[in-house]
């Protein structure tokens, strides 16, 4: 690949690998988004890449996520207003990553984060293997996505690297992304098996992909591995890797009907899988979560698309599992030019302004991008 300036368009599907951390050099660090001083570039997502920044008026630090996209100017433009209805929208939960500005620079779409020192969650799980606080990190995601549905909000592409890790437990980032790519008829990526079948396959999909997201992302915490398949599949040996829980068939049937190929057999809220599998696993503290969490989840929860598969972009794809849909950020005190295995972005509350954003999309996965990629663990196998 020859070198790129900055302001180059690229395209995210359809023609074009995904950015790898080898395309970091691509990009010649600009002085500036917005009123963000850039210090330094700390990643790469499949997009564009990630930069660390400090306000002008002061010495906040930032994380800048840039989108590098094929498209006309005044697509850009529209795109760019799409970012800035996400920042518009009341996202001030504990465990859900909102940005703090959108704009263009120089023609470039930006997001601009508060920046938080964190690790993702591949990372930590590499690392660590299974952790003490898996099922308490599991209820902290379902809830923040329950509170994203009922604002509207569909992540669209939620898995390990989306999901950050701090000292107070965890967060996610990439919520509303994926709609406004689609807004300009761009696909976003796909990676199994977090991604639900529905996408996959090219059919229409909404809110209980997210939920399926959530339930791979739990197997994952509690048994050390990801599951190979959907449905039954799935859940044949669940029992072998977690076999010490209060209620064996019922730790079954909460993973069956969470992982159901078919959205309409998968749980009306996530706090729903995550009350059931509480109860399984013989867990009070969180047995007794209610079936929706926040109000007006119930009435998106059921939310599909209505296009048909063919008026669909193409889904973004991922064959090496460095371009990410939203990156691993670097530390500030461990700048790393090509994209870090640490993760830092922002949460912020934002103003309460309602903004109907469209629902996200599918796309058919045009390669499987694997099971291990995240990991380093490309035969999906434990993790300890």
């Not at 859900?96 to 930590?124: H, K, N, Q, R, W």
């Not at 010490?244 to 749980?267: C, T």
């Not at 598969?309 to 090509?338: L, N, T």
């Amino acid at each position: 690949m020859g070198n790129l300036p900055h302001g180059t368009i690229r395209k995210p599907a359809g023609g074009f690998r995904p950015l790898t951390r080898e395309d970091a050099g691509e990009f010649p660090v600009p002085g500036a988004f917005g009123p963000y001083r850039v210090m330094h570039q700390v990643g790469t997502g499949v997009l564009g890449p990630v930069y660390l920044a400090r306000e002008s008026d002061g010495d906040r630090a930032v994380a800048i996520k840039s989108f590098h996209l094929d498209l006309p100017p005044e697509q850009v433009e529209v795109f760019a207003n799409a970012l800035a209805h996400i920042v518009n929208v009341e996202a001030s939960h504990p465990a859900i990553v909102a940005p703090l500005a959108a704009g263009l620079e120089s023609g470039t779409p930006f997001m601009a984060y508060e920046y938080v020192e964190a690790e993702s969650l591949d990372v930590v799980l590499r690392r660590e293997g299974r952790p003490a606080e898996g099922l308490a990190w599991i209820a902290a995601l379902a809830d923040a996505v329950d509170a994203a549905h009922a604002l509207g909000l569909v992540h669209g592409a939620l898995h390990l690297r989306d999901v950050l890790v701090t000292s107070e437990g965890v967060c996610a980032t990439g919520f509303g992304i994926a709609s406004a790519l689609e807004h300009v008829q761009l696909g976003f990526p796909v990676r199994r098996p977090y991604t639900a079948p529905e996408v996959t396959a090219g059919r229409r999909w909404g809110p209980p992909a997210d939920r399926f997201a959530v339930a791979v992302l739990a197997y994952e915490l509690l048994t050390g591995t990801r599951p190979s398949a959907a449905g039954d599949e799935a859940i044949a040996d669940l029992l072998d890797l977690q076999p010490d829980v209060a209620d064996p068939a019922g730790l079954q049937q909460a993973f069956r009907n969470a992982l159901a190929e078919d959205p309409g057999i998968r749980s009306a809220s996530a706090a729903g899988f995550v009350a059931a599998l509480a109860r399984a696993i013989g867990d009070e503290s969180y047995a007794s979560r209610p079936a929706a969490a926040h109000a007006g989840a119930a009435a998106f929860a059921a939310g599909s698309v209505q296009e048909s598969a063919e008026d669909r972009p193409a889904a973004q794809h991922d064959e090496d599992g460095h371009g990410e849909y939203e990156p691993s950020f670097g530390s500030p005190h461990e700048p790393d030019a090509a994209g870090s295995e640490g993760g830092a972005t922002g949460r912020a509350p934002t103003p309460p302004v309602q903004i109907a954003l469209p629902d996200a999309l599918g796309g058919p996965d045009e390669q499987d991008a694997g099971a291990g990629t995240a990991a380093s663990d490309d035969d999906g196998g434990s993790r300890g």
